[in-house]
């Protein structure tokens, strides 16, 4: 979920900490920071730059997005997203790319904030920010579900959980709401069966949606 302001609210570090206050005020527990890192990468041209020149290959895609999930320190994955193609890698991949010169990473975000235990649920609630930087691009929360792997049996459960999670941010009366917006798993032909390769997906679609919110208040 990411949160969309409404319109000419400015975003602020403030609704970030009512956030985490609603997390603690439904019975959740903090557990400790957490962080997931996004890098956009362009392909390099022919003279070494990154842009809209002629490519090393023809079959390279133009763009690519790097996911470094706090889950899992040891695997790194790789979106294409004009292929819908998600694939999972060791975390040495960025430093193969390095050598290989084949991209250059343009820009680096990261997730990162409060994860939060409530009962059955792992909630983190963070910022989007650029790397070395405290620029605020925008608030999210990731809620994770343990007892189902099955993405199907457990929508009405993360349903059920939203509408309890909207009523209790509708009673701070912020400048805006939580949105969620579903992945299509199916178009990068993810199964069912929820892995990591679908936590990737996910954080490229809430960036997605954040840029886009970004753009609209510009």
């Known amino acids: 979920m990411h949160w969309h302001p409404s319109p000419g609210a400015t975003l ?3 609704i970030l900490a009512e956030a985490c206050g609603c997390a603690e005020s439904l019975g959740g527990s903090k557990d400790g920071r957490w962080k997931t890192s996004i890098f956009f990468y362009r ?3 022919r003279d070494g730059a990154g842009g809209p020149a002629v490519q090393q290959h023809p079959d390279l895609p133009r763009e690519l997005l790097g996911v470094a999930l706090h889950e899992r320190p040891g695997l790194y994955f790789s979106i294409v997203r004009a292929q819908r193609l ?3 890698a060791d975390a040495a991949f960025p430093q193969v ?4 010169q084949s991209y250059r990473i343009r820009v680096a975000l990261n997730f990162e904030g409060f994860q939060y235990q409530l009962g059955d649920f792992c ?3 963070g910022k989007c920010v650029p790397n070395n930087s405290e ?3 925008g608030i999210m929360m990731e809620v994770e579900y343990y007892p189902l792997t099955s993405i199907e049996k457990s929508k009405a459960v993360m349903e059920d959980f939203f509408d309890i999670w909207q ?3 509708a009673k701070k009366s912020l400048p805006g709401q939580f949105i969620h917006v579903d992945s299509n798993f199916s178009e990068y032909g993810l199964s069912d069966q929820y ?3 679908h936590t990737a997906v996910q954080y490229a679609t809430c960036l997605q949606q954040l840029m886009a919110a970004v753009t609209v208040r510009g």
């Open 12 to 14: 602020n570090s403030q």
């Open 43 to 45: 392909a390099m041209t």
């Open 86 to 88: 998600v694939l999972q």
């Open 97 to 100: 790319m390095e050598k290989l």
């Open 123 to 125: 909630l983190r609630i």
């Open 135 to 137: 620029a605020l691009r």
């Open 167 to 169: 009523e209790t941010v």
């Open 195 to 197: 892995s990591f390769q």
